[in-house]
T-cell receptor, first 110, second 115 residues
Framework: RKEVEQDPGPFNVPEGATVAFNCTYS??????FFWYRQDCRKEPKLLMS???SGNEDGRFTAQLNRASQYISLLIRDSKLSDSATYLC???????????FGAGTRLFVKA | GAVVSQHPSWVICKSGTSVKIECRSL??????MFWYRQFPKQSLMLMAT?????????EQGVEKDKFLINHASLTLSTLTVTSAHPEDSSFYIC???????????FGPGTRLTVT
């Protein structure tokens, strides 16, 4: 089993749609969780951290479920500019190792 | 802020030559820097982790004698691809992390083409 797993997609959604991504992790000792966004031929950029209580930033909501060991990202009112690959990132449970998922591709169409 | 720069942004070199890529944290001290490689339409692959002042830790399958990493200061790490071959052509990305933090900030990447 991979340490961090994501559905590779692609997710093809129309503008204005709500889309959700899930990510599962295998190490129950992991404490820090993030979502990154990577545009084609660009570097990943931190989108948001994921806290135990969940957090929201505009149209983006991140949730953490420790019992089931997954995190989610919800995007509401999708924009064309949301088209990108979304990377789930989890710490390795100590030693400051960071593990990236392979990413989920999102295409938002007009 | 947390800005990371990389230089050069792209480079074309001949087979057999060596290429050095610099990664700098511009507005924070990076105790740990990471080097990744990404082939087209594939995910990021971690090559090595470097902590300031110590030897880099390489991932399985990455040749340490081919990919030389130096993290001489809290703001600079370098990756040297020695005796480059066409199969080394890829997008090389560095990232930097502050002490006691898991958040990584990425440089803009270096596109290497070996002819």
């Amino acid at each position: 089993r991979k340490e961090v797993e994501q559905d590779p997609g692609p997710f093809n959604v129309p503008e204005g749609a709500t889309v959700a991504f899930n990510c599962t992790y295998s190490n129950s000792a992991s404490q820090s969780f993030f979502w990154y966004r990577q545009d084609c031929r660009k570097e990943p950029k931190l989108l948001m951290s994921v806290y135990s209580s969940g957090n929201e930033d505009g149209r983006f909501t991140a949730q953490l479920n420790r019992a089931s060991q997954y995190i989610s990202l919800l995007i509401r009112d999708s924009k064309l500019s949301d088209s990108a690959t979304y990377l789930c990132v989890v710490d390795g449970g100590g030693g400051f190792k960071t593990i990236f998922g392979a990413g989920t591709r999102l295409f938002v169409k007009a | 802020g947390a800005v990371v720069s990389q230089h050069p942004s792209w480079v074309i070199c001949k087979s057999g030559t060596s290429v050095k890529i610099e990664c700098r944290s511009l507005d924070f001290q990076a105790t740990t820097m990471f080097w990744y490689r990404q082939f087209p339409k594939q995910s990021l692959m971690l090559m090595a982790t470097s902590n300031e002042g110590s030897k880099a830790t390489y991932e399985q399958g990455v040749e340490k004698d081919k990919f030389l990493i130096n993290h001489a200061s809290l703001t600079l790490s370098t990756l040297t691809v020695t005796s480059a071959h066409p199969e080394d052509s890829s997008f090389y990305i560095c990232s930097a992390r502050r002490a006691q933090s898991y958040e990584q900030y990425f440089g803009p990447g270096t596109r290497l083409t070996v002819t």
